[in-house]
């Protein structure tokens, strides 16, 4: 399984970014995919997060209402919508994966495949 994530940089406050995540070797249908982010000098971030049965989209309140997880249209692509973004979003952003469920969505311990992780600089 391959994870590559695409897109970031550097982003002004209150702008927008989109990253994109494409997999080979795996079936979005059979997993449960997720963002997951690291700020400089911290540890990782759940994000976002799409479960195995595709159903819903879950987001903790730190981006809830900014960040938008969604499948693309092509087959096996990921996208992470960030609008109104914050300096506090500066971070390398990832995109992970696993074929079981996590004991929960925080838990990035859980996470089987990764990404090698793309930069994203909120600064004016």
């Known amino acids: 399984v391959q994870l590559m994530e695409s897109g970031g940089g550097w982003v002004q406050p209150g702008g927008s970014s989109r990253l994109s995540c494409a997999a080979s070797g795996v079936t979005f249908s059979n997993i449960l995919i997720t963002w997951v982010r690291q700020a400089p000098g911290k540890g990782l971030e759940w994000v976002s997060g799409i479960p195995i049965d595709g159903t819903d989209t879950y987001y903790p309140d730190s981006v809830k209402g900014r960040f938008t997880i969604s499948q693309g249209n092509a087959e096996n692509t990921l996208y992470l919508q960030m609008n109104s973004l914050k300096s506090e979003d500066t971070a390398i952003y990832y995109c992970?994966?696993?074929?079981?469920?996590?004991?929960?969505?925080?838990?990035?311990?859980?996470?089987?495949?990764w990404g090698q992780g793309t930069q994203v600089t909120v600064s004016s």
């Open positions: 992970a994966a696993t074929s079981l469920p996590p004991r929960s969505w925080s838990t990035t311990d859980d996470y089987k495949w």
